[in-house]
């Protein structure tokens, strides 16, 4: 399984079924979440870091986390046909 399409189902498991579809079918949505695995990545190589810029870069990925978060949910609320791709 893609590290992307799992990091997003362990975010959203009531969705696994939408997101492996989605995943498969919408390149912008595989996009998403190839983001957000990075994201969650970058976040905790942060979190275990020492530097003086550990909570800037902390929240920083936070707040992108969440942002990706958002995006991802209403992509999965939204019917395929609908969305802008």
């Not at 390149?27 to 990075?38: L, N, P, S, V």
Request: proline share 4%; charged share 30%.
């Amino acid at each position: 399984m893609d590290s992307g399409m799992a990091r997003v189902i362990e975010c959203f498991p009531e969705y696994a079924a939408s997101i492996q579809d989605r995943f498969h079918t919408d390149q912008t949505f595989r996009d998403m979440c190839g983001d957000y695995a990075e994201t969650l990545e970058a976040l905790q190589r942060w979190q275990a870091s020492d530097s003086p810029q550990k909570a800037a870069r902390v929240e920083e990925y936070q707040e992108i986390a969440r942002a990706l978060e958002i995006e991802i949910a209403t992509a999965l609320r939204l019917p395929t046909q609908d969305r802008i791709t």
